[in-house]
Every structure is written in structure tokens, then in C-alpha cells.
């Protein structure tokens, strides 16, 4: 076993771009593990890293890969790793870098747990990059409290269609924005109330405790609607503008009373076993719009990147 399959691109550009080839399966070092990949999600951010919109940050050498999280078992545990045996259901997302979208992967133990038992690769992993992120969001960066208001921007996507679970796990009143034929998707994932946002203005909303922004773009106009203590986290920026809507974001984080707050994810086995716990318990449902083979990637970027989404769009690797 010298080869897998992989989805590549040789040049930034449309969705066409991509292409299954064939890399070398990773060595792992002494403390790893080599993950047999049977799903990944497809992400927005691998769509803007694909089209080189934020090449500053993805560089010119190729071929390069995409895919950021996965589900599937344990083929093999480097000799100094504990815990963990070949074999065992694991889900997580690569540390800060793109290449799920593979028969393999190579991990550290802590950026992996074990998978949620009653979902399939494909059902669990439609949860793993909005769930990580809503939960960090909401937990972490926001302390979203029961009984606060909390505004979730893009609503029916990968990130929103979690986030108004999570919101309503801890206990929040919900309100989400997405588009009209998905309105009632978002009503039955628990939000409280749900507006089209083409045709509702910030300016209608009301007032909100929390904002999680998975959209990027009007950053002033929606931190406009936080109260005094209010908190915005915003986990997208305006790719079309990129350095404007990052020094935005910078300023306000350290100015003024309603500050923004931006990560980048970087869960680790903590964080993957609550989400998982959640999904268990069926406080969190999975949240899957198309399953594809690897072959067929091409076509998952081109219809996350046309919108309406209902969720994730998931890649099966036989």
C-alpha cells in the first residue's frame, strides 16, 4: 500500500479544477495515527482556498488537496501512541491544514475521538466542522447564556444549521437568517424564529445578546444590533474584500463594548467527544443535503458555491 486516491487541483480556479489522483499514502510518526477516511465534508473555506482567493495564505505550489475534516477507523497506531487501537470509529479535522479528502490521513490522537455511534461516516461527519465551531463559538469565545438572544447569520449552511442546535442546547431564544425555501428546514432544527434575509434588513431584527456570523460580509451592520454587553463572533470574513473586512474585524476585537470575536478551529479530542455526546444523546441531528463520491467532488464545490444549501455536503471514499 504505496498509493491512495486524493482530490487535487494543479491551479487555482472553478470547481473543475479538481481531479482524483493518486499521492503517497502517509508515514506516520511514533505518535500518531493513520486514519482509513470513509467521509469528509465539504467546506466553504476549502471552496475560497480552491478558487486562490486567499492564496497569500495557501501559496503557489501544487498539485495541492482540500478537505479539512473526516470520519472513518484507525488503520494504524504509531508505536508510542496510547489509548487508541486500530480499528475504532474515530472522527476529527486535520490541525490547520487541508488534505482529508483522501483514502488516509496521518493525526495526532488528540485531534481525534471516537465517532458518534448511531451516525454513519457520511451522517457524522456533516457535523463536524459547524458542530466544533458553533460549539467553541457559543462556549468559549461568546458564553452564550440560557435565556440570552442569539442571532445565527446563513442559518440553513454546514456552520448555521448546527449552530441553531447548539444555541438551542444552551438554552438561547433563536433567531437565524437563511434563505425562503429554507425557512422551515431552520424552524425544524429548533430556531425560535427565522427570517429571509434578502428581504429582512438588520435594521428589523430586533436587539441580540449574541451574533455568530458564518456569512462574512455587513460585519458593521450586525454588530450594530448587540446589546451594550452584547458579544459577536464572527466566523467568516468578505473573501471579495479580503484585507478590508480582516482589519474590521482586528479593530473590533479590542474597541468598543460590543467586541467581535474571530478564530480559526483547531478542535481537539475534548471538544470532538462533547459534540459527540450531543449527536448520541440527539440533542444535535445530523445535517447532510448531498452524498457524493470522491469522483464527484467537482460538483460538491459547485453547489456549495451556488448557495441554498441545507446543510453539508459529503464525500463518501469506498
Same mark, same amino acid.
Given at each position: ?18 481531479? #482524483? @489522483?493518486? /499521492?503517497? !499514502?502517509?508515514?506516520? $510518526?511514533?505518535?500518531?495515527?493513520? &486514519?482509513?477516511?470513509? *467521509?469528509?465534508?465539504? =467546506? ?114 454546514? #456552520? @448555521?444549521? /448546527?449552530? !441553531?442546535?447548539?444555541? $438551542?442546547?444552551?438554552?438561547?431564544? &433563536?433567531?437565524?437568517? *437563511?434563505?425562503?425555501? =429554507? ?136
Amino acid at each position: 500500500m504505496n498509493e491512495m486516491r486524493a482530490a487535487l487541483y494543479d491551479r487555482y480556479g472553478p470547481p473543475e479544477v479538481l481531479y #482524483v @489522483g493518486k /499521492v503517497p !499514502v502517509p508515514d506516520i $510518526k511514533p505518535d500518531e495515527v493513520l &486514519v482509513r477516511v470513509r *467521509a469528509v465534508g465539504v =467546506n466553504g473555506g476549502e471552496l475560497y482556498g480552491r478558487a486562490g482567493k486567499v492564496r497569500l495564505v495557501t501559496g503557489r505550489r501544487f498539485p495541492q488537496r482540500t478537505g479539512i475534516d473526516f470520519a472513518g477507523e484507525i488503520a494504524e497506531v504509531g508505536p508510542s501512541v496510547t489509548g487508541v487501537r486500530a480499528g475504532e470509529q474515530v472522527w476529527g479535522v486535520l490541525p490547520r491544514r487541508l488534505g482529508s479528502a483522501a483514502e488516509y490521513v496521518a493525526v495526532a490522537p488528540r485531534q481525534i475521538s471516537p465517532a458518534p455511534r448511531n451516525l454513519t461516516p457520511a451522517q457524522a461527519v456533516s457535523l463536524l466542522a459547524g458542530g466544533t465551531t458553533s460549539l467553541t463559538a457559543l462556549t468559549a469565545k461568546s458564553g452564550l447564556r440560557p435565556g440570552e438572544r442569539l442571532l445565527v447569520r446563513g442559518g440553513s449552511g454546514g #456552520v @448555521g444549521s /448546527v449552530a !441553531v442546535q447548539v444555541g $438551542k442546547v444552551l438554552g438561547a431564544h &433563536v433567531t437565524a437568517l *437563511a434563505g425562503a425555501k =429554507n425557512l422551515d428546514f431552520v424552524r425544524g432544527l429548533g430556531a425560535d424564529e427565522v427570517f429571509d434575509y434578502r428581504t429582512t434588513g438588520p435594521a428589523e431584527l430586533g436587539t441580540f445578546d449574541v451574533a455568530l456570523d458564518t456569512v462574512g460580509t455587513q460585519h458593521p451592520s450586525y454588530r450594530r444590533l448587540l446589546a451594550p454587553k452584547g458579544r459577536m463572533v464572527a466566523v467568516a470574513f468578505d473573501v471579495e474584500n479580503v484585507l478590508p473586512s480582516l482589519l474590521r474585524l482586528l479593530v473590533s476585537t479590542v474597541h468598543g463594548s460590543r467586541r467581535v470575536r474571530f478564530f480559526s478551529g483547531n478542535p481537539h479530542t475534548e471538544l470532538l467527544t462533547r459534540l459527540a455526546r450531543h449527536a448520541e444523546e440527539g440533542e444535535i441531528r445530523h445535517v447532510v443535503d448531498t452524498v457524493r463520491p470522491l469522483a464527484d467532488i467537482a460538483s460538491a464545490h459547485r453547489d456549495l458555491e451556488a448557495g441554498g444549501v441545507r446543510g453539508k455536503h459529503v464525500i463518501e471514499i469506498g
